[in-house]
């Protein structure tokens, strides 16, 4: 016999029983200790004489018969009496019988007498199960008593005993025990498409079946299992592949009935359904050679997808397998970051891939065994890459226009440039598609760096990128002004005017004065004079020979092109004077005149000539040049009256044509 003593809450009777025998004694207890529990016998069904014996065997109708020794300080209440029920399956209670306790009745002390019935059932699982379970199990037991006082304190006794109403008993073989359920983590029996079943089941009655029922709606109608043909072991099959996926850990059960149809205690069978999962790998059809990982994102029904730590619970992936046409790539082992309670998904290497199209499998298995697979038919392209052509070749200038051409190659022998743009800092000149290749005209704008960009779309969707810079220079305008007409000797100037896109003026300008003497073809630079703030620049010339003058503005680099004024021609007029020629004459007797002319030129002749009165003029007589530039010519005037003389040095090559001052002659 085991005495204990614990203070604890008083706990509020169930139920109240009547008081079966109140026997006083001499002697109370006054250490303030509380009641004392003894017990005086135990007697049951199974025979026995009544004592108290540690494991006795009962079975049946149980006697229980015990003393309370109570406390004048904290006298009892209440005294409860009952055998431990079963803890193995759902729904089992305890076998008590409960005594009230008035002020006295256990000073000094009292004994009570309860009857317990071991062999009392319940039904269980439901009325559509109709098990009949024991509530208390065969074997290892004990009775309690347990005495409430106010204070409150409560002090318990047990006797160890061993319970033996014949009742039949069943274990799963394949199902570890209770001890088993650690670090949440169940272990039960697994089941996908269908559920094997194995139950060893014995009783001294012998056993006339065993049955597999559920409490869950979700699950098959109970079935009984299939006797052995030799030994304990009963066994079947059952199919669960309608069957919800999720671990029914109080929902399922196996129980044996005896010869007379007793059941034993309902053994709970804890099954986890895994009817596998989905995996969703995400990656486009059309993939790219050096893409070397793979979302995949696996899904379980949610009965089994749980938040953590129930997540750690249930099923979960360990491996999974990439292959290419069948041939592994890679397969990614389990790890605790990557799956054991990661809902999210996980990463899978795909390596260096071939171009063209291939059939990617990824296969996943859990630590169920459960298999996750798809098939993804995928194409491997490379991107358009473009090659110019045309279009770089130098710096544009402001206001021309220039081409752009590319050609376009894929290294998969099979991408194209299905669409392409062309475009200057994002605004688009020119689009086209496939079969034309990529070519446009732009009209430079604003002078500065520019961005020419093609942009290529394939038939797939990729999208390829080619930006080169282009500086535009601005452009230029030269104008050219001088003098028409110099005299030979005489100084000449030439003005040049440079002005540069926008109408500002090219300060800094190298500017060429050129000249081409007539009858030649050769332009030769006479100077090159350096443009002011307002783009001016001046050079000035002696005056020899007929020609022609232009102006070149030289290019500035990365800043402005050149540019060629418009020629100018400029003519050359000889020096040709009369000295003192007479004013007076006699008609028909002739008048000497000189007249002096450079440069000389050896053959040169004077050609003297009079006004006539219509205004036109008459050469009247000619006259060489000598070495000293001067020629003489007698005149004899026809007639008098008054005339009006001049003389004209005819054109050449090198100088133009000339005329001398005319002058007045009073003939008589």
């Known amino acids: 016999m085991v005495i204990s003593r614990s203070v604890r809450s008083l706990a509020v009777a169930a139920s109240a029983a009547a008081l079966c025998a109140l026997a006083p004694t001499s002697t109370a207890v006054a250490d303030d200790t509380g009641a004392v529990i003894t017990f005086d016998g135990v007697s049951s069904d199974a025979g026995g004489d009544g004592s108290v014996s540690a494991g006795q065997t009962i079975a049946g109708t149980t006697d229980v018969t015990f003393t309370v020794h109570g406390d004048p300080g904290d006298e009892p209440t209440e005294a409860v009496v009952s055998i431990a029920g079963s803890t193995v399956y759902q729904g089992t209670g305890t076998v008590k019988q409960t005594f009230s306790l008035s002020p006295g009745d256990c000073l000094p002390s009292c004994t009570l007498h309860a009857t317990l019935d071991t062999a009392a059932t319940q039904q269980f699982g439901g009325s559509a199960n109709g098990v009949a379970a024991p509530l208390v199990n065969d074997g290892a037991n004990s009775i309690y008593v347990e005495v409430d006082s106010p204070r409150p304190r409560t002090v318990t006794a047990h006797t160890a005993v061993t319970v033996d109403n014949g009742r039949p008993t069943v274990t799963l073989p394949d199902l570890p025990g209770e001890d088993a359920w650690t670090s949440h983590k169940p272990v039960g029996l697994s089941a996908d498409g269908e559920l094997s079943l194995r139950a060893t089941a014995t009783g001294a009655n012998g056993v006339s079946r065993v049955r597999y029922f559920s409490s869950s709606s979700a699950w098959p109608a109970p079935v009984d299992l299939t006797a052995p043909a030799s030994g304990a072991t009963w066994t079947t099959t059952l199919d669960t592949s309608a069957v919800p996926a999720g671990l029914y850990a109080g929902d399922l059960y196996v129980v044996a009935y005896d010869k007379d149809g007793r059941a034993g205690s309902p053994v709970r069978a804890v099954t986890l359904v895994d009817h596998g999962f989905t995996i969703t790998p995400k990656l486009d059809t059309v993939i790219r050679p050096d893409e070397t990982s793979v979302s995949v994102q696996y899904a379980y029904p949610s009965a089994l997808n749980k938040t953590f730590p129930s997540n750690l619970n249930y099923a979960y992936p360990v491996s999974t397998t990439v292959s290419l046409d069948g041939t592994a790539q890679a397969t990614t082992p389990v790890g605790a970051s990557t799956y054991e309670g990661n809902t999210a998904g996980f990463l899978a290497d795909l390596g260096q891939l071939p171009y063209g199209a291939h059939t990617l499998t990824f296969d996943t298995v859990d630590n169920r065994g459960s298999h996750g697979r798809v098939d993804l038919p995928v194409r491997v392209v490379s991107e358009v890459t473009p090659t110019w052509t045309a279009g770089f070749q130098d710096f544009p200038v402001a206001g021309s226009s220039r081409t752009y051409t590319a050609t376009t190659s894929a ?52 999208t390829t990128v080619s930006t080169v810079p282009i500086r535009v220079l601005a452009a230029t305008a030269t104008q050219l002004t001088g003098p028409a007409t110099s005299t030979y000797g005489g100084k000449a100037t030439f003005t040049a005017t440079v002005t540069q896109t926008g109408a500002k003026p090219a300060a800094g300008a190298k500017v060429a004065f050129q000249y081409k003497r007539a009858g030649t073809t050769t332009w030769k630079t006479q100077s090159t004079v350096t443009a002011d703030s307002t783009g001016k620049a001046s050079y000035t010339t002696t005056a020899r020979y007929n020609g022609a003058w232009r102006a070149v503005t030289a290019a500035r680099n990365l800043t402005w092109a050149s540019s060629t004024s418009k020629t100018l021609t400029a003519h050359v007029k000889a020096v040709l004077t009369v000295t003192k020629p007479a004013a007076t004459a006699v008609h028909g007797k002739p008048v000497s005149y000189t007249a002096h002319s450079s440069p000389y030129v050896k053959g040169t002749a004077l050609r003297f000539q009079a006004r006539q009165t219509g205004g036109t003029w008459v050469t009247l007589t000619s006259a060489t040049l000598s070495t000293t530039g001067s020629a003489t010519a007698k005149i004899t005037f026809s007639h008098a009256g008054m005339w009006t003389l001049r003389v004209y040095r005819p054109g050449t090559t090198d100088l133009t044509g000339t005329y001398s001052s005319s002058w007045t002659v009073k003939v008589s």
């Open 411 to 462: 290294a998969d022998a099979v991408s194209r440039a299905e669409h392409w743009t062309l475009d200057v800092d994002g605004t688009a000149f020119a689009t086209g598609g496939y079969p034309a290749q990529p070519s446009g005209t732009w009209k430079t704008t604003t002078t500065g760096v520019h961005y020419v960009t093609l942009t290529i779309v394939s038939q797939y969707g990729d």
